[in-house]
Protein backbone atom coordinates (compact mmCIF):
# COMPACT_ATOMS: atom_id res chain seq x y z
CA UNK A 1 0.00 0.00 0.00
CA UNK A 2 1.27 3.75 -0.78
CA UNK A 3 2.99 5.66 1.97
CA UNK A 4 4.20 8.96 2.95
CA UNK A 5 7.92 8.52 3.87
CA UNK A 6 9.74 11.17 5.79
CA UNK A 7 13.39 11.48 6.24
CA UNK A 8 15.40 11.78 8.55
CA UNK A 9 13.59 9.83 11.71
CA UNK A 10 15.36 12.01 14.23
CA UNK A 11 17.63 15.43 13.39
CA UNK A 12 19.52 17.27 16.01
CA UNK A 13 20.44 20.39 15.97
CA UNK A 14 21.68 23.20 17.27
CA UNK A 15 19.49 26.29 18.02
CA UNK A 16 19.82 28.90 15.17
CA UNK A 17 20.63 26.44 12.46
CA UNK A 18 18.75 25.57 9.45
CA UNK A 19 17.26 22.42 8.84
CA UNK A 20 15.07 20.63 6.08
CA UNK A 21 13.37 18.27 6.95
CA UNK A 22 11.93 15.78 3.61
CA UNK A 23 8.60 13.98 2.82
CA UNK A 24 7.50 11.93 -0.42
CA UNK A 25 4.03 12.15 -0.33
CA UNK A 26 2.05 9.71 -2.46
CA UNK A 27 2.65 9.85 -6.06
CA UNK A 28 -0.78 10.57 -7.02
CA UNK A 29 -1.38 13.15 -4.55
CA UNK A 30 -2.02 16.90 -5.07
CA UNK A 31 -2.61 18.74 -1.73
CA UNK A 32 0.25 18.56 0.98
CA UNK A 33 0.54 19.69 4.59
CA UNK A 34 2.70 19.62 7.52
CA UNK A 35 1.65 19.62 11.09
CA UNK A 36 3.63 19.51 14.50
CA UNK A 37 3.55 18.10 17.98
CA UNK A 38 5.19 18.84 20.55
CA UNK A 39 5.89 16.71 23.39
CA UNK A 40 2.36 15.89 25.40
CA UNK A 41 0.67 18.52 23.27
CA UNK A 42 -1.92 18.31 20.36
CA UNK A 43 -0.85 17.74 16.51
CA UNK A 44 -0.77 21.65 15.24
CA UNK A 45 -1.30 22.36 12.00
CA UNK A 46 1.35 24.15 10.16
CA UNK A 47 1.04 24.89 6.58
CA UNK A 48 -0.81 23.18 3.47
CA UNK A 49 0.72 23.27 -0.41
CA UNK A 50 -1.16 22.41 -3.21
CA UNK A 51 -0.32 23.64 -7.11
CA UNK A 52 3.18 24.64 -5.92
CA UNK A 53 1.91 27.22 -3.55
CA UNK A 54 0.66 27.53 -0.33
CA UNK A 55 -3.09 27.52 0.69
CA UNK A 56 -3.02 28.03 4.23
CA UNK A 57 -0.98 28.25 6.50
CA UNK A 58 -1.40 28.69 10.76
CA UNK A 59 0.03 31.59 12.94
CA UNK A 60 2.52 29.09 14.00
CA UNK A 61 3.87 29.25 10.33
CA UNK A 62 5.96 32.94 10.29
CA UNK A 63 9.09 33.96 8.35
CA UNK A 64 11.15 31.47 9.99
CA UNK A 65 9.22 28.86 7.79
CA UNK A 66 9.11 28.19 4.21
CA UNK A 67 7.98 24.93 1.96
CA UNK A 68 8.90 23.64 -1.07
CA UNK A 69 8.18 21.14 -3.87
CA UNK A 70 11.86 20.98 -5.69
CA UNK A 71 10.48 18.44 -8.12
CA UNK A 72 8.20 16.23 -8.59
CA UNK A 73 8.26 13.69 -5.66
CA UNK A 74 9.67 15.63 -2.33
CA UNK A 75 7.97 17.78 -0.52
CA UNK A 76 10.42 19.94 1.89
CA UNK A 77 9.84 22.07 5.54
CA UNK A 78 12.49 24.33 6.13
CA UNK A 79 13.19 26.05 9.16
CA UNK A 80 16.29 29.13 8.98
CA UNK A 81 16.97 29.51 12.80
CA UNK A 82 16.09 26.74 14.56
CA UNK A 83 14.23 27.93 18.17
CA UNK A 84 14.50 25.44 21.37
CA UNK A 85 10.59 25.96 21.25
CA UNK A 86 10.75 24.28 17.53
CA UNK A 87 12.17 20.75 18.98
CA UNK A 88 8.49 18.40 18.18
CA UNK A 89 7.69 15.47 16.11
CA UNK A 90 6.88 17.01 12.31
CA UNK A 91 4.51 15.17 10.37
CA UNK A 92 4.11 15.52 6.73
CA UNK A 93 0.65 14.27 5.18
CA UNK A 94 -1.02 14.29 1.44
CA UNK A 95 -4.75 13.55 0.37
CA UNK A 96 -5.78 13.12 -2.78
CA UNK A 97 -8.21 15.82 -3.59
CA UNK A 98 -9.23 18.42 -1.12
CA UNK A 99 -9.49 17.72 2.04
CA UNK A 100 -12.76 18.35 2.50
CA UNK A 101 -13.38 15.23 0.53
CA UNK A 102 -10.59 13.20 0.97
CA UNK A 103 -8.45 11.41 3.62
CA UNK A 104 -5.06 13.18 4.46
CA UNK A 105 -2.34 10.37 4.93
CA UNK A 106 0.36 10.83 7.70
CA UNK A 107 4.10 10.06 7.38
CA UNK A 108 5.94 8.41 10.32
CA UNK A 109 6.99 11.72 11.30
CA UNK A 110 10.76 13.55 12.05
CA UNK A 111 11.64 14.23 15.58
CA UNK A 112 13.73 17.41 15.44
CA UNK A 113 15.29 17.87 18.90
CA UNK A 114 16.35 21.80 19.06
CA UNK A 115 19.74 21.87 21.85
CA UNK B 1 -12.19 28.93 16.79
CA UNK B 2 -12.66 24.43 16.59
CA UNK B 3 -11.96 23.26 20.01
CA UNK B 4 -11.57 19.25 19.54
CA UNK B 5 -11.89 17.14 23.10
CA UNK B 6 -11.17 13.43 23.51
CA UNK B 7 -12.86 12.06 26.59
CA UNK B 8 -11.10 9.62 28.72
CA UNK B 9 -7.59 10.95 28.25
CA UNK B 10 -6.39 7.28 28.93
CA UNK B 11 -8.49 3.77 28.99
CA UNK B 12 -7.14 0.61 30.47
CA UNK B 13 -9.57 -3.10 29.57
CA UNK B 14 -8.90 -6.16 29.67
CA UNK B 15 -8.81 -8.46 26.34
CA UNK B 16 -11.81 -8.97 24.91
CA UNK B 17 -14.10 -6.08 26.12
CA UNK B 18 -16.40 -3.66 23.86
CA UNK B 19 -15.33 -0.47 24.24
CA UNK B 20 -16.16 3.23 23.45
CA UNK B 21 -13.84 6.35 23.08
CA UNK B 22 -15.70 9.90 22.52
CA UNK B 23 -14.68 13.44 20.68
CA UNK B 24 -16.31 16.23 20.79
CA UNK B 25 -16.20 19.51 19.00
CA UNK B 26 -17.36 23.12 19.43
CA UNK B 27 -18.26 24.11 15.68
CA UNK B 28 -20.66 21.84 14.37
CA UNK B 29 -19.87 23.27 10.80
CA UNK B 30 -17.45 20.43 9.69
CA UNK B 31 -17.05 18.84 6.68
CA UNK B 32 -15.50 15.82 8.14
CA UNK B 33 -13.58 13.68 10.88
CA UNK B 34 -10.72 11.44 10.60
CA UNK B 35 -9.76 9.08 13.56
CA UNK B 36 -6.18 8.06 13.63
CA UNK B 37 -4.16 5.80 15.78
CA UNK B 38 -1.01 6.76 17.06
CA UNK B 39 1.62 4.02 18.59
CA UNK B 40 4.12 5.59 20.71
CA UNK B 41 6.82 7.63 19.04
CA UNK B 42 5.36 6.75 15.39
CA UNK B 43 2.74 8.36 12.91
CA UNK B 44 -0.80 8.91 12.91
CA UNK B 45 -2.33 5.96 11.02
CA UNK B 46 -5.90 7.11 9.75
CA UNK B 47 -8.66 4.53 10.51
CA UNK B 48 -11.46 6.48 9.52
CA UNK B 49 -13.22 9.47 7.84
CA UNK B 50 -16.69 10.76 7.95
CA UNK B 51 -18.29 13.03 5.80
CA UNK B 52 -20.77 15.61 7.81
CA UNK B 53 -23.27 14.17 5.65
CA UNK B 54 -22.86 10.80 7.08
CA UNK B 55 -23.89 8.86 10.57
CA UNK B 56 -21.23 6.09 10.61
CA UNK B 57 -18.66 4.23 9.13
CA UNK B 58 -17.47 0.45 9.83
CA UNK B 59 -13.90 -1.15 9.28
CA UNK B 60 -13.71 -4.21 10.76
CA UNK B 61 -13.71 -4.37 14.35
CA UNK B 62 -14.08 -0.47 14.21
CA UNK B 63 -17.64 1.50 13.87
CA UNK B 64 -17.04 5.24 14.01
CA UNK B 65 -20.50 7.44 14.64
CA UNK B 66 -21.23 11.42 13.88
CA UNK B 67 -23.81 13.15 15.57
CA UNK B 68 -22.93 16.44 14.10
CA UNK B 69 -25.64 18.67 15.23
CA UNK B 70 -24.27 17.95 19.05
CA UNK B 71 -20.78 18.30 17.93
CA UNK B 72 -19.68 14.55 18.79
CA UNK B 73 -18.68 11.46 17.69
CA UNK B 74 -17.70 8.06 18.62
CA UNK B 75 -15.50 5.26 18.18
CA UNK B 76 -16.69 1.63 18.96
CA UNK B 77 -14.05 -1.03 18.90
CA UNK B 78 -15.55 -4.29 19.27
CA UNK B 79 -13.48 -7.40 20.74
CA UNK B 80 -11.13 -5.67 21.67
CA UNK B 81 -7.29 -6.97 21.36
CA UNK B 82 -3.65 -5.86 23.10
CA UNK B 83 -2.48 -4.71 19.38
CA UNK B 84 -5.37 -1.93 19.97
CA UNK B 85 -3.57 -0.81 22.73
CA UNK B 86 -2.55 2.82 21.11
CA UNK B 87 -3.56 6.57 21.35
CA UNK B 88 -6.32 7.14 19.37
CA UNK B 89 -7.06 10.71 18.39
CA UNK B 90 -9.77 12.43 16.38
CA UNK B 91 -9.42 15.26 13.82
CA UNK B 92 -12.32 17.83 12.23
CA UNK B 93 -12.20 19.43 9.28
CA UNK B 94 -14.18 23.08 9.53
CA UNK B 95 -15.79 24.33 7.45
CA UNK B 96 -15.09 28.10 5.75
CA UNK B 97 -12.55 27.29 3.11
CA UNK B 98 -10.05 25.65 5.85
CA UNK B 99 -7.49 22.54 4.80
CA UNK B 100 -6.51 22.06 8.37
CA UNK B 101 -7.22 19.25 10.73
CA UNK B 102 -8.09 20.14 14.07
CA UNK B 103 -6.69 17.89 16.58
CA UNK B 104 -8.31 16.40 19.95
CA UNK B 105 -5.51 15.56 22.27
CA UNK B 106 -6.16 11.95 22.38
CA UNK B 107 -7.34 9.04 24.38
CA UNK B 108 -4.70 6.72 25.44
CA UNK B 109 -5.90 3.16 25.25
CA UNK B 110 -4.09 0.04 27.10
CA UNK B 111 -5.80 -3.70 26.39
CA UNK B 112 -4.44 -5.63 29.02
CA UNK B 113 -4.01 -9.63 28.26
Known amino acids: EPEVTQTPSHQVTQMGQEVILRCVPISNHLYFYWYRQILGQKVEFLVS????????KSEIFDDQFSVERPDGSNFTLKIRSTKLEDSAMYFCASSEGQATSYEQYFGPGTRLTVT | KQEVTQIPAALSVPEGENLVLNCSFT??????LQWFRQDPGKGLTSLLLIQSSQREQTSGRLNASLDKSSGRSTLYIAASQPGDSATYLC????????????FGKGTKLTVNP
Open chain 2, 91 to 102: AVLTQGGSEKLV
Open chain 1, 49 to 56: FYNNEISE
Open chain 2, 27 to 32: DSAIYN
